[in-house]
Nanobody, 128 residues
Framework: DVQLVESGGGSVQAGGSLRLSCAVSGYRNTGYCMGWFRQIQGNEREYVATIWTASGRAYYPDYKKGRLTISREGAKLYLQMNNLQPEDTARYYC????????????????????????WGQGTQVTVS
C-alpha cells in the first residue's frame, strides 16, 4: 500500500508563504494521480491541485488562482502556497490514486471526484 505523510503546516500571517511536503512510500512503478486537498472545518474536502506522476503535468481546479503550486521531486510531493489569506485556513491532505494516464487526473479534478485511494493524516495551516 501507498503511505503518505504530510509536513510543513503551521501558523502564518496573511500575505505569508508556506511549503507543504508529502513523503510518499510503498508505491509501485506505475502512474498515479497525486494530489493536495484541503478541508475547512465544517465543509467538504476540496481539491487544491493534482499531478500525474508519469509526466509531471499538474492540474488545478478552475476556481483556483495562481497562489498555490504543486510539484514533485522523487518520492516527495510539494505544495507551495504564497500570499496566504485567512480563507486558506484548513487541514491540508495529500492523496494518491493509481491511474492509467493523466486524463484520469484531469477528469477527476474537473468533475470534483475526490475518491482517491490513499490518504495522509493531514497538516494544519492557520492564517491570521
Amino acid at each position: 500500500d501507498v503511505q503518505l505523510v504530510e509536513s510543513g503546516g503551521g501558523s502564518v500571517q496573511a500575505g505569508g508563504s508556506l511549503r507543504l511536503s508529502c513523503a510518499v512510500s510503498g508505491y509501485r512503478n506505475t502512474g498515479y494521480c497525486m494530489g493536495w486537498f484541503r478541508q475547512i472545518q465544517g465543509n467538504e474536502r476540496e481539491y487544491v491541485a493534482t499531478i500525474w506522476t508519469a509526466s509531471g503535468r499538474a492540474y488545478y481546479p478552475d476556481y483556483k488562482k495562481g497562489r498555490l503550486t504543486i510539484s514533485r521531486e522523487g518520492a516527495k510531493l510539494y505544495l507551495q502556497m504564497n500570499n496566504l489569506q485567512p480563507e486558506d485556513t484548513a487541514r491540508y491532505y495529500c492523496a494518491a490514486y493509481a491511474a492509467r494516464d493523466g486524463s484520469v487526473c484531469e477528469y477527476k479534478i474537473h468533475t470534483g471526484q475526490t475518491d482517491y485511494t490513499y490518504w495522509g493524516q493531514g497538516t494544519q495551516v492557520t492564517v491570521s
